[in-house]
C-alpha cells in the first residue's frame, strides 16, 4: 500500500512552511533602515533593497518582467537599482492577507499596519497596465476593492482601516482614533468601531482612491464583477458624504449642521478640529468639504481644491463606467451633475489672478500654499484635471515652487514641498515626483529627478521626507506609496520621454512587447 499525505495534510504542511519561512524573514522597517548588497554600479552605489524571495508577499511574473525590462534599458544604473527597489515594494512588502475565495485583501501602508483607502489606491497606481496579462495581480486587486467596498458602506468617513475579521489577524489599537463620532447629531450618536477602523479622520480623497482604483481595474480588465452588492453599498455612502459635505454650515436660523465630528487628542499629529470637532464654518458654493487633507493633517478651510479637483475626475470616470457597463443609470447621472458642479465651483471660486488657492471656504477666505500629499495642487495634470501647459496651472506652478508657498523650503543639498505633517523644514521627495509629471522641459525633469536619486541617504528607497539641512534626517524608510510614485513616475518618463532615461528614444509600456 502507498502511503502518504491527503490533499488536506499537504495544504496543511504547505501553510504551515509558508508561515514558518515569513516568520524568520526580518521586520521590513528594520530592513529598509540599512543598506544590502549588491550595489549598483553608478556613482550612487545604491542598495538592493528587495527581501528575500522566501519573504516576499506576493509574487507577479509580469512585474518581474518590467523589472528585468527597465534594468537593460535605463541608462543610469542608480535609477535602474531605484527603479528595481520601488517597483515591486507594494507586492514585495505590503500584501498582509489575500484570500481568492474570500475575495478580500488587506494592504498595509508599509511601516504603519492599517490600510489606507488612498495610500492602497496609489500603491497599485503603477500596475494597471498590467491586469490584463497577469491575472493573478488582477484578482489581487479585485479583492482590495471588495474589502474597501466593505469599508467605505460602513464607514465613509474614516480613511484607515483594520485588518477583515476573515484574515484572522488582530487589529491594531490606535488611541488617536478612541471615541470619533460620525453624525453626532443622530438621536444616538456612538463612537466609530476600533475593531474595524483604524483611525476615522474625514478626507474627501479617500473616497477619490476607491474610485480611482475601481476605475482602473475595469479599465485595465474589462471585468465589471467587482460592482458586487458591496461596491453599490459603497458608491451610495460615497454620494451621501458629497451632499452632506457640500452643504453651508449654517441653516437659515443659524443651527450648526454637521455629519461628522472630529476629537482627536492623545498627542494625535491632528488634534480636535474648531468648534467641538466639526470643523469651520464654511459657505455653499458647490465645493464638497473636507476635514483633513491628504496628509491627515487637520484642512484650515474645509474648501480643499486638488481633493474636489480629484473628485471632479473621477466622478466623470465613474459615469464612463457605469454606462458602459449599463448599470445604475441614476447614479452616473448624479456623477456627471456633481462632476460639472464641482469643476465649475473650483474655476469660479478658488482662482485669482491665475493662481488656485489651496482651500477656500465659501466666505472669500484663501489660503495660497500646496502640501506635498497627493492630489496636491502641484499634481493637478497628474490627477488630470487640467493640461500642464494651462496658464493657471503654470503661474500657479511657479508660485508654490518658491519662497511664495509657505510650505517650500530650500537647503544646499536638498529642496522641496512639504507640509505641516512633518515640519517646514523637511520637504517631500513626493513634491519632486509630482513636478515631474506637471512638466514637459528636459532640464527640468533631470533637476527634480536627480533631487530625489541623490537623497536617499544611501538607502535607494523614497522617503516620506528629507531635512534640507541634514542629508541624513528623515521620515519612513518604508513608505510603499512614496515608492510606487516614483516607479509610476519613471514608467511614465520611458513612455513620453524615453530619450531622456532610456538607452534609446523608443517608448516603453508595461505589459506592451518591447
Not at 165 to 194: F, I, K, M, Y
Not at 263 to 290: F, I, M, R
Not at 377 to 382: A, E, I, Q, R, T
Amino acid at each position: 500500500m502507498r502511503l502518504g499525505l491527503s490533499p488536506f495534510k499537504l495544504a496543511l504542511t504547505a501553510s504551515f512552511l509558508v508561515s514558518e519561512s515569513l516568520a524568520q524573514c526580518p521586520d521590513y522597517t528594520t530592513y529598509s533602515q540599512m543598506p544590502h548588497d549588491p550595489v549598483s554600479s553608478g556613482p550612487l552605489a545604491l542598495p538592493y533593497m528587495r527581501p528575500a524571495p522566501a519573504c516576499r508577499t506576493f509574487n507577479s511574473t509580469a512585474v518581474e518582467k518590467v523589472i528585468t525590462d527597465m534594468k537593460s534599458l535605463l541608462k543610469d544604473p542608480d535609477l535602474a537599482r531605484l527603479f528595481e527597489n520601488t517597483f515591486p515594494n507594494t507586492l514585495d512588502t505590503t500584501v498582509k492577507y489575500f484570500s481568492k475565495s474570500e475575495n478580500l485583501a488587506f494592504i498595509i501602508t508599509g511601516d504603519i499596519t492599517a490600510q489606507w483607502l488612498r495610500d492602497t489606491a496609489n500603491q497599485f497606481a503603477h500596475y494597471h497596465s498590467l491586469l490584463s496579462v497577469d491575472p493573478d495581480l488582477a484578482t489581487l486587486v479585485k479583492a482590495v476593492i471588495n474589502n474597501e467596498a466593505r469599508y467605505v458602506a460602513q464607514y465613509p468617513y474614516c480613511g484607515s482601516f483594520q485588518p477583515p475579521p476573515e484574515s484572522g489577524l488582530a487589529p491594531s489599537h490606535n488611541d488617536w482614533a478612541d471615541g470619533v463620532t460620525v453624525n453626532p447629531q443622530d438621536c444616538d450618536p456612538r463612537p466609530v468601531n476600533n475593531q474595524t477602523v483604524f483611525e476615522c479622520k474625514y478626507e474627501l480623497d479617500s473616497l477619490c482612491g476607491f474610485l480611482k482604483l475601481s476605475r482602473s481595474y475595469y479599465n485595465a480588465t474589462g471585468d465589471s464583477s467587482f460592482m458586487n452588492a458591496n461596491w453599490r453599498d459603497a458608491i451610495d455612502q460615497i454620494f451621501r458624504v458629497i451632499n452632506e459635505q457640500s452643504q453651508g454650515s449654517f441653516d437659515e436660523n443659524f443651527n450648526f449642521i454637521s455629519y461628522y465630528n472630529w476629537t482627536g487628542g492623545n498627542h494625535a499629529l491632528s488634534p480636535a478640529v474648531d468648534n467641538g470637532g466639526n470643523g469651520e464654518p464654511k459657505a455653499y458654493t458647490g465645493l464638497v468639504g473636507t476635514h483633513h487633507r491628504p496628509s491627515d493633517d487637520i484642512s484650515v478651510f474645509a474648501f480643499l481644491t486638488p481633493a474636489n479637483a480629484m473628485l471632479s475626475v473621477e466622478l466623470t470616470n465613474l459615469a464612463h463606467l457605469l454606462d458602459s457597463t449599463g448599470q445604475l443609470r441614476n447614479v452616473s447621472q448624479q456623477a456627471k451633475e456633481w462632476s460639472a458642479r464641482i469643476e465649475d465651483a473650483i474655476w469660479k471660486t478658488t482662482v485669482v489672478d491665475n493662481i488656485f488657492a489651496y482651500e477656500t471656504n465659501g466666505f472669500g477666505g484663501r489660503y495660497v500654499m500646496d502640501d506635498a500629499n497627493v492630489p496636491s495642487l502641484l499634481s493637478l495634470p497628474y490627477l488630470g484635471f487640467l493640461d500642464k501647459q494651462h496658464p493657471a496651472y503654470v503661474a500657479t506652478r511657479k508660485l508654490l515652487l518658491s519662497k511664495g508657498n509657505p510650505y517650500y523650503a530650500a537647503g544646499q543639498k536638498f529642496n522641496g514641498i512639504g507640509g505641516p505633517h512633518v515640519d517646514a523644514w523637511h520637504p517631500w521627495p513626493m513634491s519632486h515626483i509630482s513636478a515631474i509629471f506637471g512638466t514637459d522641459d528636459d532640464a527640468e525633469i533631470l533637476q527634480h529627478l536627480y533631487l530625489i536619486a541623490n537623497n536617499t541617504n544611501g538607502l535607494g528607497l523614497i522617503h516620506e521626507s528629507q531635512s534640507i539641512y541634514d542629508p541624513t534626517s528623515y521620515t519612513r524608510s518604508w513608505f510603499a506609496w512614496a515608492n510606487s510614485y516614483f516607479a509610476e513616475m519613471i514608467l511614465d518618463l520611458a513612455d513620453r520621454k524615453p530619450g531622456l532615461i532610456l538607452k534609446q528614444n523608443k517608448s516603453y509600456k508595461p505589459g506592451h512587447s518591447k
